[in-house]
């Protein structure tokens, strides 16, 4: 029996850092497509070329790119193995693919959800507006991880700046980014009845132990 689970959330969610728990937790296969076009993009290869093409014009990886590499993945998927999907499918295309896909290698007693890490447009502007970053690469936040000084970096004491990322209009674009891809694949999962939406809200651990929970009632984790 495999199970496959869509792990996603806004900006500022907390999604890595709960993936990461929940991998003490059990062992899951992580298929992060991110992750796996920059390690593509390493190699020597006509679709590394590719990969580079795009991501150094700041343009989104074209979906048949993401095809060949997610096909790859799924390949070597083992006949029991957990697999969460760090922020794959992001759009209606990758959604029918995976769709597709899922159909052809997966079994009737498979178990497939979606976990929704939510937190609201203005907790995620909170959450990011408040980052701060020295040219040393410290990073600060000044709500929940401010500087001994205000405005200067505790390592080195040059000043702190706002990164280009993490003012408000940027912001505000990556949120409505994010709802307009994920919104319609939101919807097909509910109607569905395999979304489980957490209150990322909350402190770390609760929302982690919310995870768990869920997925204990599920027997996908002990
Ligand atoms: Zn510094």
Redesign the pocket.
């Known amino acids: 029996m495999k199970t496959f689970i869509f792990f996603f959330g806004p900006p500022a969610s907390g999604k890595g850092t709960q993936i990461e728990l929940l991998m003490k937790k059990a062992s899951f296969k992580i298929i992060s497509i991110g992750k796996l076009l920059r390690e593509e993009r390493k190699k020597r290869s006509e679709i590394a070329n590719l990969i580079k093409l795009h991501l150094d014009k700041g343009e989104l990886v074209p979906d048949e790119i993401v095809e060949l590499i997610i096909d790859k993945e799924l390949k070597k998927i083992g006949a029991n193995e957990k697999i969460i999907f760090d922020g794959f499918p992001r759009n209606q295309n990758q959604l029918t693919l995976l769709d597709n896909r899922l159909k052809k290698i997966s079994s009737k007693d498979d178990k497939i959800y979606a976990i929704y890490v939510r937190i609201d447009s203005q907790e995620i502007k909170r959450r990011l507006g408040g980052r701060r970053s020295?040219?040393?690469g410290?990073t600060y936040h000044i709500e929940f991880n401010a500087p001994k000084k205000t405005g200067v970096?505790d390592?080195?004491e040059?000043k702190l700046f706002t990164r280009a990322d993490d003012n408000s209009r940027v912001i505000s674009e990556r949120i409505k980014i994010f709802q307009t891809e994920f919104g319609p694949i939101m919807s097909y999962w509910k109607k569905k009845n395999i979304l489980i939406e957490i209150n990322g809200e909350q402190d770390i651990k609760v929302v982690s132990a919310d995870i768990e929970n869920e997925l204990r009632d599920l027997k996908i984790i002990k």
């Open positions: 020295c040219e040393c410290s970096c390592s080195c040059k």
